[in-house]
């Protein structure tokens, strides 16, 4: 797709925002980009800005996230530096790493949304993903088997000691 501004180049930046209601899409190349840059983007967005922006949802109440609202609401303060969630939710900052603990639960949400998942996984080369996702799986099946034989679920014990040899033999 060629830039609709300069007609030469290839378009590599797509730009979707609504106007009046209406989705409107500009395809241009980085030089027509860093031309027009001042007169899209009044002001660059900062990860603060945009971590305020989604924890205000939060505060508010969104559909998304309405059981934590109560949560959110409480008064509960970091026993390091005294940050309360209100208060990170405004800054879009944590106060010290204690914050991290003492807010956790209601960030798993935040990152669940965002990410797909509350645990960082990283990329892995295309070549291992399969072998390690076969690897992660018994792990996760191995301390299910654990917690069914805890509770004395027999049955469910050995539909998982069943389901980790197949995925050995099929390593």
Do not use: W
């Not at 609709?4 to 209601?21: F, M, P, S, W, Y």
């Not at 900062?46 to 609401?73: A, I, V």
């Not at 914050?99 to 509350?118: A, M, N, V, W």
């Not at 799986?137 to 654990?146: F, G």
Request: aromatic share 6%; net charge neutral; glycine share 8%.
């Amino acid at each position: 797709m060629r830039c609709e501004r300069c007609q030469q180049n290839l378009a590599t930046v797509h730009v979707t925002h609504i106007h009046n209601g209406e989705k409107v899409e500009h395809h241009l190349c980085e030089q027509c980009t860093k031309e027009t840059e001042q007169l899209t983007m009044d002001t660059p967005i900062s990860f603060q800005s945009f971590l305020k922006g989604l924890l205000g949802m939060t505060m508010e109440g969104s559909p998304q996230f309405g059981k934590y609202q109560s949560q959110t609401q409480s008064h509960t303060a970091c026993p390091v530096c005294g940050m309360t969630y209100r208060e990170f939710a405004k800054v879009g900052k944590f106060g010290c790493a204690v914050c991290y603990q003492t807010f956790g639960e209601r960030l798993d949400p935040i990152f669940k949304s965002l990410h797909g998942s509350s645990t960082h996984e990283g990329k892995q080369p295309q070549k291992t993903t399969q072998e390690l996702r076969i690897k992660r799986e018994i792990v996760k099946l191995k301390k299910l088997l654990s917690e069914a034989v805890d509770h004395e679920e027999f049955e469910q014990a050995v539909k998982l000691r069943d389901k980790i040899r197949e995925l050995e033999k099929g390593e």
